[in-house]
């Protein structure tokens, strides 16, 4: 039997190309591509928004066999400027995408991501379904204002860690001449309508902010499990603002248009969703409605993982779903 503790990982590879790649509107992307450069094209699609991609990244795909593309969406990571949120939209991200493609001379590609990715990954294929040979998605996330509620709202998963979403809420690091009249911490629109406005300058409020806000994300990524944060860095700042740009305009989509499209639209695109049944940012109730949307497409459940991709059980199951793909291309 296979030993699930240990993660199934292809071994850790360099970019063969890096680029900096203009988009418009003064951004610039970090983009790499790593692997066989006449292999399948894989577009990797990380989480956040607001977050980057990473070395280990690149590891879910056999480098004999892929040509692995990563990039740092608009404002996080390497990408600059690094936190700006002017001209950084949901429809702006899916052009980006388009504009690699073409750059990279690419026809069509797999499209992988989690999360975050895995919506953006979803819209791409809605909106370029012409392009894709495939989805590979973990922990699906539909960015439904139900899905926007159940993590920001006293009402969803806040009810299983009260002392965090405290923490989260309080707002006690502000002084009266930051503070933003009225702080509040009932609704969701209330809540991240206080939190855009604390995050969008560098100040010393705008980083205990990003710590807030880093630390109630991790507590739910980790069950609670994490050591909480406790030093401000550019970096968190940065990833907080995006995030909270995004979900404060919903993440610039329409509600529930993703369920609403699928089966017309991605019914012919073969597709992977693998899911951990105890996902609490993600339930696992967005994967599998999405599968019932998309019949022929298969599912994986976890019964041990969460929402991390770094979890064994995760990871196995992700480097299986590209080994499968490319078994299914003959």
Same mark, same amino acid.
Request: aromatic share 10%.
């Given at each position: 039997?296979?030993?699930? +503790?240990?993660?199934?990982?292809?071994?850790?590879?360099?970019?063969?190309?890096?680029?900096?790649l203009?988009?418009?509107?003064?951004?610039?992307?970090?983009?790499?591509?790593?692997g066989?450069?006449?292999?399948?094209?894989?577009?990797?699609?990380?989480?956040?928004?607001?977050?980057?991609?990473?070395?280990?990244?690149?590891?879910?795909f056999?480098?004999?066999?892929?040509?692995?593309?990563?990039?740092?969406?608009?404002?996080?990571?390497?990408s600059?400027?690094?936190?700006?949120?002017q001209?950084n939209?949901?429809?702006?991200?899916?052009? +980006?995408?388009?504009?690699?493609?073409?750059?990279?001379?690419?026809?069509?590609?797999?499209?992988?991501g989690?999360?975050?990715?895995?919506?953006?990954?979803?819209?791409?294929?809605?909106?370029y379904?012409?392009?894709?040979?495939?989805?590979?998605?973990?922990?699906?996330?539909?960015?439904? !204002?139900?899905?926007?509620?159940?993590?920001?709202?006293?009402?969803g998963?806040?009810?299983?860690?009260p002392?965090?979403?405290?923490?989260?809420t309080?707002?006690?690091?502000?002084?009266?001449?930051?503070?933003?009249?009225p702080?509040?911490k009932?609704?969701?629109a209330?809540?991240?309508?206080?939190y855009?406005y604390?995050?969008?300058?560098?100040?010393?409020?705008?980083? !205990?902010?990003?710590?807030?806000?880093s630390?109630?994300?991790g507590?739910v990524?980790?069950m609670?499990?994490?050591?909480?944060?406790t030093?401000?860095?550019l970096e968190?700042?940065?990833?907080?603002?995006?995030?909270?740009?995004y979900?404060?305009?919903?993440?610039?989509?329409? +509600?529930?248009i993703?369920?609403q499209?699928?089966?017309?639209?991605l019914?012919?695109?073969?597709t !992977?969703?693998?899911?951990?049944?105890? +996902?609490?940012?993600?339930?696992?109730?967005?994967?599998?409605?999405?599968?019932?949307?998309?019949?022929?497409?298969?599912?994986?459940?976890?019964?041990?993982?969460?929402?991390?991709s770094?979890?064994?059980?995760m990871?196995?199951?992700?480097?299986?779903?590209?080994?499968s793909?490319?078994?299914?291309?003959?």
């Amino acid at each position: 039997m296979e030993n699930m +503790d240990t993660p199934k990982s292809y071994p850790a590879i360099e970019p063969f190309a890096t680029h900096m790649l203009a988009v418009g509107d003064g951004h610039t992307l970090y983009l790499e591509e790593s692997g066989h450069l006449q292999g399948i094209p894989v577009i990797f699609l990380h989480g956040g928004p607001g977050s980057y991609c990473k070395p280990q990244h690149r590891c879910f795909f056999n480098p004999r066999h892929y040509r692995i593309i990563l990039f740092d969406q608009r404002g996080a990571g390497r990408s600059t400027p690094a936190g700006n949120i002017q001209h950084n939209t949901t429809q702006h991200l899916l052009t +980006d995408m388009e504009t690699i493609r073409q750059y990279l001379g690419i026809d069509n590609w797999l499209v992988f991501g989690g999360s975050w990715g895995a919506t953006l990954g979803l819209l791409y294929a809605l909106t370029y379904p012409e392009r894709v040979l495939g989805l590979i998605l973990r922990g699906t996330f539909l960015a439904r !204002q139900h899905d926007l509620t159940w993590f920001y709202h006293h009402n969803g998963v806040a009810r299983l860690f009260p002392q965090y979403w405290e923490a989260f809420t309080n707002f006690k690091f502000l002084t009266e001449k930051c503070a933003y009249p009225p702080v509040k911490k009932g609704e969701v629109a209330d809540l991240l309508s206080t939190y855009n406005y604390l995050l969008r300058d560098d100040t010393p409020q705008a980083h !205990q902010a990003a710590l807030a806000w880093s630390n109630w994300e991790g507590t739910v990524i980790s069950m609670a499990q994490f050591p909480r944060l406790t030093e401000p860095t550019l970096e968190l700042l940065h990833a907080a603002r995006v995030a909270c740009h995004y979900i404060s305009n919903n993440c610039f989509i329409e +509600d529930n248009i993703i369920l609403q499209q699928a089966t017309a639209r991605l019914a012919h695109i073969p597709t !992977q969703l693998i899911h951990g049944q105890q +996902d609490l940012i993600c339930p696992l109730e967005s994967a599998y409605q999405l599968h019932q949307a998309l019949p022929h497409s298969q599912l994986m459940v976890l019964p041990n993982s969460g929402h991390l991709s770094s979890d064994p059980a995760m990871f196995n199951a992700l480097v299986q779903a590209t080994d499968s793909f490319l078994q299914q291309q003959g």
